[in-house]
């Protein structure tokens, strides 16, 4: 079973960057598609981005144009490079792995982005 760790997150001022990694216990390279997720205080759990085993991608309309997924199969690792970041990106944020042939997912233990002035 593969385990994802997240790290990169803090406190950070409106109009500031953030790198969110995540880091796989096993290979995830032709195996896992990894989504970013976050979840800001009395609200669901909502997809940021996320990026399949060939590397196509895709991102939520409130963060489009600001952030990048990206991902590094030799390293075992996807990334979240955040831009231009707003109080209400203001959130707990988790990692997601999907195995494309059976449909499991696994969830990191998430990361605190905090943006605030």
């Known amino acids: 079973q593969v385990q994802f760790v997240e790290s990169g997150g803090g406190l950070v001022q409106p109009g500031e960057s953030l790198r969110l990694s995540c880091a796989a216990s096993g290979s995830i390279s032709a195996v896992y598609h990894i989504g970013w997720y976050r979840q800001a205080p009395g609200k669901q759990r909502e997809l940021v981005a996320r990026?399949?085993?060939?590397?196509?991608?895709d991102y939520s309309d409130s963060v489009k144009g600001r952030f990048t997924i990206s991902r590094d199969n030799a390293k075992n690792s996807v990334h979240l490079q955040m831009d231009s970041l707003k109080p209400e990106d203001t959130a707990v944020y988790y990692c997601?792995?999907?195995?494309?042939?059976?449909?499991?997912?696994?969830w990191g233990q998430g990361t605190q982005v905090t943006v605030s002035s």
């Open positions: 997601n792995g999907v195995q494309k042939w059976t449909g499991d997912e696994y």
């Open positions: 990026i399949t085993v060939g590397g196509a991608t």
